[in-house]
């Protein structure tokens, strides 16, 4: 069985940088696209971003682009969700995801494979 477990979420000002991680168990991960989601008081999860087996092919929802940066490690089974310029609206519980299909097929659906249990990251103004 697959285990997702993400880490680095805490409380931030305005303008301020996290780095999320997103540790999977298993010998597979490498296989497996990846993708992050975010979860807002009252509101539906959200697609953040995605990336592919291989690291090459990522997709980022408009609202972070140019403001976030998803990565991964095989080596290490973790992919990374490097968040910048961060405003009070990415407040959320962030979760990290993993299927089969590729990162642009994470981009479509919320019915996925592996999901974490999420880590909150609250932006103070």
């Known amino acids: 069985q697959k285990q997702l477990v993400e880490s680095g979420g805490g409380l931030v000002q305005a303008g301020g940088s996290l780095r999320l991680s997103c540790l999977a168990s298993?010998?597979?991960?490498?296989?497996?696209?990846v993708g992050w989601f975010r979860q807002a008081p009252g509101k539906e999860r959200d697609f953040v971003a995605s990336?592919?087996?291989?690291?090459?092919?990522?997709y980022y929802a408009d609202s972070v682009k140019g403001r976030f940066t998803i990565s991964r490690d095989n080596a290490k089974n973790t992919v990374y969700l490097q968040m910048t310029s961060l405003k009070s609206e990415d407040t959320a519980v962030y979760y990290c995801?993993?299927?089969?299909?590729?990162?642009?097929?994470?981009?479509?659906?919320?019915?996925?494979?592996?999901w974490g249990q999420g880590t909150l990251v609250t932006v103070s103004a």
């Open positions: 990336i592919n087996w291989s690291g090459d092919d990522t």
């Open positions: 298993g010998r597979t991960f490498s296989r497996y696209a």
């Open positions: 995801a993993a299927d089969a299909g590729g990162a642009y097929y994470l981009t479509t659906t919320r019915y996925l494979e592996y």
